[in-house]
């Protein structure tokens, strides 16, 4: 079992949709979660990170963590084609382990 | 100013040969890491270091050898590349769990 797990995608939504990520990790004993945002070429940025169950807002961005089913997820509403980008889900316990990212795509 | 830099931006290369990377970070931070991202765009961390210190050291060759002279700075020199070893390497820093990544290396081993 991968310790941080994403569908690699690409997931496709229209212009003004609502993106849904999903990020499921293997350690309980992982404390923080992150999401960072990587443009093609470009290197991972920060978006958002999340310690407590619940969620978590930010503008357009809504980070969700629920421990016991281990889930992480995050919402992006009013989706623009700026945020086309691949989403890597990060959780730290000991060190930081990123997942594979999801490629989002969406179309005007 | 860039917070995260590092350079060279691009480095071909051929197999054999032995290369180095440099990384600065004008944050302030302790904590200092390289992180590989190849081909697949899985990113992997290699090594971290807190205020020139190794913490951690995953499962990386020993031609692979970080040092860093302050806890500005984290190079990295690779012996004998191989051509597995061509991908991004990303520098970060960081305060304590939010990761700041430089602009990436793109290796590419011939």
């Known amino acids: 079992q991968k310790e941080v797990e994403q569908n690699s995608g690409p997931l496709s939504v229209p212009e003004g949709a609502i993106a849904s990520l999903n990020c499921t990790y293997s350690?309980?004993?992982?404390?923080?979660f992150f999401w960072y945002r990587q443009y093609s070429g470009k290197s991972p940025e920060l978006i958002m990170s999340?310690?407590?169950?619940g969620d978590k807002e930010d503008g357009r961005f809504t980070a969700q963590l629920n421990k016991a089913s281990q889930y992480v997820s995050l919402l992006i509403r009013d989706s623009q084609p700026s945020d086309s980008a691949t989403y890597l889900c990060?959780?730290?316990?000991?060190?930081?382990?990123f997942g594979i990212g999801t490629k989002l795509q969406v179309i005007p | 100013d860039t917070a995260v830099s590092q350079t060279p931006k691009y480095l071909v290369t051929q197999m054999g040969n032995d290369k180095s990377i440099k990384c600065e970070q004008n944050?302030?931070?302790?904590?200092m890491y390289w992180y590989k991202q190849d081909s697949k765009k899985f990113l992997k961390i290699m090594f971290s270091?807190?205020?020139?210190?190794?913490?951690i050291n995953e499962t990386v060759p020993n031609r692979f050898s970080p040092k860093s002279p302050d806890k500005a700075h984290l190079n990295l020199h690779i012996n004998s590349l191989e051509l597995g070893d061509s991908a991004v390497y990303f520098c970060?820093?960081?305060?304590?769990?939010?990761?700041?990544f430089g602009p990436g290396t793109r290796l590419t081993v011939t």
């Open positions: 970060a820093s960081s305060p304590g769990d939010e990761q700041y």
């Open positions: 990060a959780v730290r316990n000991q060190k930081v382990t």
């Open positions: 944050l302030g931070h302790d904590t």
């Open positions: 270091y807190n205020n020139k210190e190794l913490i």
């Open positions: 999340i310690y407590s169950n």
């Open positions: 350690d309980r004993g992982s404390q923080s």
